[in-house]
């Protein structure tokens, strides 16, 4: 079920006031607050690494791999070269220059 059709249901029993699906309103609810707590500590995470990764990249090209050997020793515990790789190609990636090649490198943009 996708998140937004729990979140509908959930306001509509709510604006219904239907008393017998209140038991599934609270595990949709539960399940939703599950969900945004996983994702928040995903963000925490990745908001602790994004100074360790880019206060790593310089002007000179590095790989993805490059990178993450050099800095996965200070990166949070769980933050994998994926995580690295993801975020320096999609979270961060205004702030990075991507050089194509047969194995793309990475600078920090000036």
Do not use: C
């Amino acid at each position: 079920m996708k998140k937004s059709t729990m979140q509908s249901l959930v306001s509509y029993i709510d604006a219904h006031d239907l008393v017998d699906l209140f038991p599934v309103k609270d595990e949709i609810t539960a399940e939703l607050a599950k969900d945004e707590a996983k994702a928040q500590a995903n963000r925490d995470l990745y908001a602790q690494a994004k100074d360790i990764v880019l206060g790593a990249l310089t002007d000179t090209p590095v790989t993805i791999g490059e990178l993450y050997e050099e800095v996965k020793d200070n990166l949070p515990e769980g933050f994998s070269k994926g995580k690295v790789q993801y975020a320096v190609t999609r979270l961060w990636a205004d702030e990075v220059t991507k050089t194509e090649g047969k194995v793309n490198t990475y600078t920090r943009k000036v």
